[in-house]
């Protein structure tokens, strides 16, 4: 049979590691450059690399929304997307959605503790920052369109009309309610 494995137990040359490669992010506003594997999401180059533990990893299969971050100012599920494939790109994550100000909260993050909008906290800051890309689409008008466009984030602990109501607050106070 044609097996990858050599006499001696070693992998054939075609079957070697990829090379790790070398990408730029701008990350919560700061230039990055690092050596990659190809393999590496982004939520775990966030997380492992960075020391971004805000985002969180919940299903990594792009179906909780835990992992939501901006990129170039959409919100994505960062555990489904390639770092390697984002050479370039400018980031935001819940740490830098105050513009790097750690002092400072963002207009959703205060909308949150006031409306009481997390329980457990886990899924908090990809709601946020799913809710920050939701606010810059400008599509979202009614509690409705919100509950609807919110939809690929779960609060496993039901926390939703807690959640609509802050982000409704925080559309007025951002203007993004047109």
């Known amino acids: 049979m044609g097996s990858s494995i050599g006499a001696a137990g070693s992998r054939s040359e075609s079957q070697a590691k990829p090379a790790a490669i070398s990408i730029t992010l701008t990350v919560n506003g700061e230039s990055r450059t690092l050596s990659v594997a190809p393999w590496t999401t982004l939520l775990d180059l966030l997380r492992d690399r960075l020391d971004l533990t805000g985002t969180k990893k919940g299903c990594d299969h792009g179906q909780c929304g ?30 830098g959605l105050a513009n790097g100000d750690a002092d400072a909260l963002h207009p959703l993050q205060k909308a949150f503790i006031e409306h009481d909008a997390f329980q457990c906290g886990y899924c908090t800051p990809g709601q946020i920052c799913s809710a920050a890309g939701l606010i810059a689409e400008g599509r979202a008008k009614t509690a409705d369109d919100i509950r609807e466009l919110m939809s690929g984030n779960i609060c496993r602990c039901g926390a939703y009309p807690n959640i609509v109501a802050a982000i409704q607050e925080a559309m007025d106070a951002m203007g993004g309610r047109r």
């Open 66 to 95: 835990a992992c939501t971050v901006l990129l170039d100012g959409r919100r994505v599920t960062s555990c489904l997307t390639l770092a390697v494939m984002k050479d370039g790109a400018e980031i935001v994550t819940i740490e």
